[in-house]
């Protein structure tokens, strides 16, 4: 199994400039999601999904949009990047329940000039 | 945010000594979870302890868990070099989608 894939691995965006980062899992897991990081403040929660066609907001989602059509994609669109929005960004999932651990993928380190 | 936090942000041992990382949060939880980050990579998933437990182990690793001071340790023993890395707490809450909050990590460095 690959896990959680992530494309592309580092982008250069110009302000106003969209873009989407894909996110992929092969583990058939009901929930995945975006977060990003930023030197001194953990990961924060962009948006999440709990299953196909199922989307809500995290801690910080203004800026970003998702959509979930099947359980394996949940790309994350860059409707008009801004400089804040540099940061590195991960996509995880994992299975249906509380107890279950979240596999991450690689990341997308991303810079908007 | 109900973002955790982690004390201390950075700490600096020998190889073969322990490591002792700290993480507060500030609501009830279903569970607590740890996590490892090394440099430039996706985390990974080492530990979960329930809320209804006190203490766990894993190989080197032990948790604690205190409830009512809304607390957590993790204690690396025997630490060695391949330890280096940044290390997350993150609590789940009761109820809900029980997403995951980070709290803002330790960077662990382990000198050989």
């Known amino acids: 199994n690959a896990g959680v894939t992530q494309t592309p691995k580092f982008q250069v965006l110009k302000t106003g400039q969209s873009m989407t980062l894909q996110c992929a899992q092969d583990?058939?897991?009901?929930?995945m999601s975006w977060y990003r990081q930023d030197p001194g403040m953990g990961l924060r929660l962009i948006h999440y999904?709990?299953?196909?066609?199922?989307?809500d907001q995290g801690e910080v989602p203004n800026g970003y949009n998702v959509s979930r059509s099947t359980t394996e994609d949940f790309p994350l669109r860059l409707l008009s990047a801004a400089p804040s929005q540099t940061s590195v960004y991960f996509c995880?999932?994992?299975?249906?329940?509380?107890?279950?651990?979240?596999?991450f993928g690689p990341g997308t380190r991303l810079t908007v000039l | 945010s109900q973002q955790g936090e982690e004390d201390p942000q950075a700490l600096s041992i020998q190889e073969g000594e322990n490591a002792t990382m700290n993480c507060s949060y500030k609501?009830?939880?279903?569970?607590l979870q740890w996590y490892r980050q090394n440099s430039g990579r996706g985390l990974v998933h080492l530990i979960l302890?329930?809320?209804?437990?006190r203490e766990k182990h894993s190989g080197r690793l032990r948790v604690t868990l205190d409830t009512s001071k809304k607390s957590s340790s993790l204690l690396i023993t025997a630490s060695r070099a391949a330890d280096t890395a940044s290390y997350f707490c993150?609590?789940?809450?009761?109820?809900?989608?029980?997403?995951?909050?980070f709290g803002t990590g330790t960077r662990l460095l382990v000198s050989p």
């Open positions: 993150a609590t789940r809450e009761e109820g809900g989608f029980q997403k995951l909050v």
């Open positions: 999904s709990v299953g196909a066609g199922i989307t």
């Open positions: 583990m058939n897991h009901e929930y």
């Open positions: 609501t009830s939880i279903n569970n």
């Open positions: 302890i329930r809320s209804n437990e």
């Open positions: 995880a999932s994992s299975s249906r329940g509380g107890y279950n651990e979240q596999f």
